[in-house]
């Protein structure tokens, strides 16, 4: 079993972003957001405390571990290319718009990421 | 749309046409954006325009959606030319980027003064006019770089703007004057400012040689100091030389900070990436460095930063953010130097632990407060699930390094080791990967040498280090000879991958150990509620989740059994629609025998044995055009459209390919799948869809009922949570703790036991699986092999 499909990883990753109605401060994602409903948190976690493989999780359920996993990836990414120029999420969040974005566009130029990859779907 | 973006497109549109200025569309823009009402001057809109663009600088076609965000009259900015977005005639989106031409000036601006002062820099040891300097040769190079002489006789080297660009010479001109704090050796230099045009002179160093291998440990000495100054070429082309006392001196400094050799640009980034990229492409200059050397070096150096951040700052630099930080870099590379050494000497640092007393103490009220107080996030959520990279759980790693929990682990031998094994309960594997730019063989070092401890960012049982206990349903065997068969050691497997490091550890036989489920149950008696209240909602979302349940079965039975009924009565076969294509698309149709002829499966074999039997599968038939003919008519039941396929054309024409290099296929089986696809499976596939059409209402029907019932589940679990929650989670760091392990998150349980003192928790069956999992608090408890 690889390590990036057992629930333990990839549901760790997302569940800190399934409930969120804005699930980044510094990327700026479309989609369908919360991934899941308020009523739902509680069997989600339960799901993922007590499942060991993503395929085992519910149709729903993994598809939300998928989406939130993605967006945990890419946040940590963006976070690390930030880091990488010693810029923490607080200060990149009181730099101006415009700064923003450049930053923004320059993480997706040099990880190579398109930017469709931020509609999350 | 409103009248106010009307008047600004008919004034792009004037712009377009060259009747208006691009100064006053962007004033007209400006407007716009201060009376709008439907204008958010917000990141997403500037994620648009920097989207936009970037496309239109590489080309890339413009996504129409995002172009119809940016407005016209935008600006922005790239490589210190100024872009506008205005009508453009023919543009697929009516706007496009071009060229600013107004009168606005962008980047940094020369002050017209400074560009007429001729002498600021000079001292007297260089000529006061360049005017009265004399070429004597062109020294050659990118840079045009020549050999001048003064009045007196003196030689200089003089590089000029013109031959690349004044801010070049400048850089070049800095670095040297880095390079001299940095206690290298330069020529000595001067920068002139000749008409806005920047000039630097460097003394002319006769009787120079260039360097050869003997010279190369003296190179090297500079090694820290190169790769801060990010000057990449250093040690090539000449740029070094011999003086005759034999001293080395860096005369060619052009490729370093943010500029290359040959004049352009390069980034000079916050990272001293240039370490060890310099040390790959110079192994026989730093070969004789050994990682004390580099550590050496980078001593000196650091020693020597508050007198570069003081000249930076002095001399109004605008580089001081990106020094600061390549300082700060080199602290880490330090830090990995070191680490790599001490493993590297097998020699493990003592550790500084504190007293049990300290330890184990119980927080004080105050300690706790500063502690929620101190920790980034506008909330208890954030609070605490914030991670970053150095420590991972933040208020975690707080509270575990106040207590001590953060200090290294006990290294010991394999010896020791599996005495350690003997003597304790627990002995524990933990996988480690490859990621994060660092290989897995880094991450093990990371636990056991580096005083700094990360305690992860994942951790669905509890914030906190995990490892596999060696207490597996199926095997537990924990021998020398045997430990690998264990449950507990696979299960790390799994997490290390293939190319991953396996941790091999035990926990301190004295540590304080505690259950993830009887710490949830502990916190979650924190805070009384209204049980027969909670008790009743409870039943009440119980049903609606049964109730919710029950409808969703009912839209999958409508569609699936609509969609199944379809399929059955049209004679779907679901092998042929899979198999036809596998065998089609697997079969290698370019094969030739050992003579040379094709060699693909004959008519017999393949067409009449397997396509024939594809075809009627799905209700279709087979009839010869005429008897001996050897072509066959297939017809499908939905569809009036038959197929036909000859032997003839099968054995001679029927293998093609699109170009010599790419696979071949059979021309008349790639025809017969587009058929089949179409005229049966496509047939079906409308069909169904139309069917479920019609009982679109009842679909409908459900799918509202479901959304109302999981509307009001929200509704109920909000009711349920207002009965158990917490007067203010925010408040304090246990009312917060609380929250989170209510709404079902155990992540909080792990700094809920470190408040706790406890040294490490357990997850009975973690996940489901056959073994528990450690999560381990208290670096200092674990035992690991070396």
């Known amino acids: 079993m690889e390590r990036e499909r057992l629930v333990s990883v990839v549901g760790g990753r997302a569940v800190k972003y399934v409930g969120l109605k804005k699930p980044s401060q510094i990327i700026p994602f479309k989609g369908n957001f919360p991934l899941l409903e308020p009523y739902q948190i509680a069997l989600y976690n339960e799901a993922i405390q007590n499942t060991e493989k993503l395929e085992d999780l519910s149709d729903e359920f993994q598809k939300a571990t998928e989406k939130g996993n993605r967006i945990a990836l890419l946040e940590e990414g963006f976070q690390r290319y930030l880091e990488s120029y010693n810029i923490s999420v607080d200060a990149f969040m009181k730099m101006k718009n415009t700064d923003k974005s450049d930053k923004l566009m320059n993480w997706l130029n040099h990880d190579c990421i398109d930017f469709s990859q931020l509609t999350i779907k | ?786």
């Not at chain 2, 009376?35 to 994620?47: L, M």
């Not at chain 2, 690998?484 to 091999?504: C, F, H, P, T, V």
């Open chain 2, 1 to 786: 749309m409103e009248e106010i973006k009307k008047a600004l497109d008919r004034i792009a549109e004037g712009n377009a046409l060259g009747e208006v200025s691009d100064d006053l569309l962007i004033k007209a823009c400006d407007a716009y954006k201060i009376k709008s009402e439907n204008f958010d001057d917000s990141y997403d809109y500037h994620v648009c325009v920097a989207k936009s663009l970037y496309d239109h600088l590489h080309g890339i076609e413009l996504d129409e959606e995002i172009c119809k965000a940016v407005v016209p009259g935008q600006t922005k900015v790239v490589d210190g030319v100024m872009y506008i977005y205005t009508a453009t005639p023919g543009a697929k989106t009516k706007y496009d980027w071009r060229v600013f031409k107004g009168k606005i000036k962008v980047g940094k601006q020369v002050d017209d003064s400074k560009v007429d002062s001729k002498q600021k820099y000079i001292n007297e040891l260089f000529p006061s006019d360049l005017s009265s300097l004399k070429v004597i040769k062109t020294l050659g190079g990118s840079t045009g770089a020549q050999l001048v002489e003064d009045a007196k006789g003196n030689q200089y080297v003089m590089k000029k703007g013109t031959n690349t660009s004044s801010d070049h010479v400048r850089t070049e001109y800095l670095t040297n004057q880095l390079y001299d704090l940095l206690g290298l050796r330069v020529p000595d230099f001067e920068l002139y400012e000749d008409n806005g045009e920047a000039v630097m002179l460097s003394k002319y160093i006769p009787m120079t040689k260039v360097p050869s291998a003997n010279n190369y440990d003296d190179m090297a000495k500079g090694f820290v100091v190169d790769a801060l100054l990010a000057n990449w070429d250093v040690y090539q082309n000449d740029n070094c030389l011999v003086d005759s006392a034999g001293r080395i001196v860096r005369v060619d400094n052009g490729g370093a900070l943010n500029y290359r050799a040959q004049g352009s640009k390069k980034t000079f980034g916050d990272k001293v990436d240039d370490f060890l990229s310099m040390q790959k492409y110079n192994p026989s200059v730093v070969a004789n460095l050994s990682t004390q050397d580099y550590i050496n070096q980078i001593d000196d150096v650091l020693n020597k930063q508050g007198d570069v951040m003081g000249f930076l700052v002095a001399s109004n630099i605008d580089m001081i953010k990106v020094f600061d930080n390549r300082f700060k870099d080199l602290r880490r590379i330090k830090n990995d130097l070191e680490a790599k050494l001490a493993k590297k000497n097998k020699k493990v640092l003592p550790r500084n632990l504190k007293s049990d007393a300290d330890m184990y103490r119980e927080l004080s009220e105050d300690e706790l407060d500063a502690i929620w107080k101190g920790q980034s996030g506008s909330d208890y959520w954030r609070k605490l699930n914030a991670t970053n990279y150095t420590v991972g759980w933040e208020l975690l790693s707080t509270i575990c390094a106040e207590r001590g929990f953060t200090a290294r682990p006990n290294v010991v031998d394999e010896a020791e080791y599996w005495n350690a094994v003997k003597q304790s309960k627990y002995q524990m594997f933990r996988g480690l990967s490859d990621g994060g730019g660092h290989n897995a063989e880094y991450y093990a070092d990371d636990f056991k040498y580096n005083d700094n401890c990360f305690y992860g960012t994942i951790g669905i049982h509890g914030s906190g280090i995990y490892a596999h206990v060696n207490d597996g349903d199926h095997d537990k065997s924990n021998t020398q000879t045997t430990y690998k068969k264990s449950d507990a050691y696979n299960a790390a497997r799994s997490y290390a991958g293939r190319s991953g490091d396996i941790l091999e550890c035990v926990l301190d036989p004295s540590s304080k150990v505690a259950l993830v489920p009887d710490l949830k149950k502990e916190i979650l008696s924190l805070v009384t509620f209204d049980k027969a209240a909670v008790d009743a909602k409870q039943i009440e979302i119980d049903a609606l989740n049964n109730q919710l349940k029950q409808q969703q079965d009912d839209l999958n039975n409508i569609t699936d059994k609509t969609e199944k009924e379809i399929k059955t009565n049209m004679h779907w076969d679901e092998d042929t629609l899979v198999m036809s294509q596998l065998e089609i698309d697997n079969t290698d149709w370019g094969r030739l025998n050992d003579d040379g002829d094709p060699d693909y499966p004959s008519f017999e074999d393949f067409v009449e044995k397997k396509v024939f039997d594809w075809v009627k599968k799905n209700g279709g038939t087979v009839t010869e055009k005429g008897k001996g003919t050897d072509v066959y008519v297939f017809t499908l039941p939905n569809s009036k459209e038959k197929f036909m396929l000859s032997r003839y054309q099968w054995e001679n024409n029927a293998i093609k390919r699109k170009n010599a290099f790419s696979n071949a296929y059979n021309y008349p089986l790639k025809r017969f799948q587009d058929w089949m696809m179409k005229e049966h499976y496509g047939v079906i596939n409308k069909k169904i869809s139309k069917e479920l059409e019609n009982i679109g209402d009842k679909v409908t029907n459900l799918q509202s009922d479901i959304k109302v019932t999981k509307s009001e589940l929200n509704v109920k679990t909000s009711e349920m949570a207002d009965l158990k929650k917490t007067k203010d989670p925010n408040g304090d760091i246990i009312s917060g703790i609380y929250e989170l392990v209510r709404i079902g998150s155990k992540e909080a349980i792990g700094t809920y036991a470190a408040l706790k003192g406890y040294d490490a928790i357990i997850e009975p069956h973690g996940n489901g699986g056959p073994n528990s999992f450690m999560i381990i608090l208290n670096r200092s408890k674990v035992i690991v092999k070396k």
